[in-house]
């Protein structure tokens, strides 16, 4: 099996935490967040409220409803696939 080039040279992704580049204003950020000085950081800070707890119920539901609607000989089929791929042989990519 032959890797996408194109996935493996992409851009970085963009991250959520960000350091700066500057070793000086690096070394300022270290000692801030070491000795507690830096800012708190709210994890939730910009989401809409609505829509996390939205995605949160869907979540929650999602595997009991998808196993719900499954025939055994699905449910059987998907187990068999998920196993196989948790410890079936490692692709060398």
Same mark, same amino acid.
């Given at each position: 099996?032959?890797?996408n ?24 950020q ?7 000085? %830096?800012?708190k950081?709210? =994890? ?5 409220? @609505?829509?996390? &707890?939205?995605?949160?119920k869907? $979540?929650? /539901?999602?595997?009991?409803?998808? %196993?719900?609607?499954?025939? =055994? ?5 998907? @187990?068999?696939? &998920?196993?196989?791929?948790?410890w $079936?042989? /490692?692709?060398?990519?």
């Open positions: 099996m032959t890797a080039r194109a996935s493996l040279n992409g851009p970085m992704p963009e991250r959520s935490r960000k350091r700066p580049t500057d070793p000086n204003e690096l070394a300022k270290l000692v801030d967040e070491a000795t507690g000085e %830096a800012p950081v709210d =994890p939730d800070d910009g989401k809409d409220p @609505a829509a996390v &707890a939205l995605g949160r869907g $979540g929650l /539901k999602g595997g009991k409803a998808r %196993a719900a609607s499954m025939t =055994p000989e699905q449910r059987s089929e998907a @187990a068999r696939k &998920a196993a196989a791929a948790r $079936g042989p /490692k692709s060398k990519t």
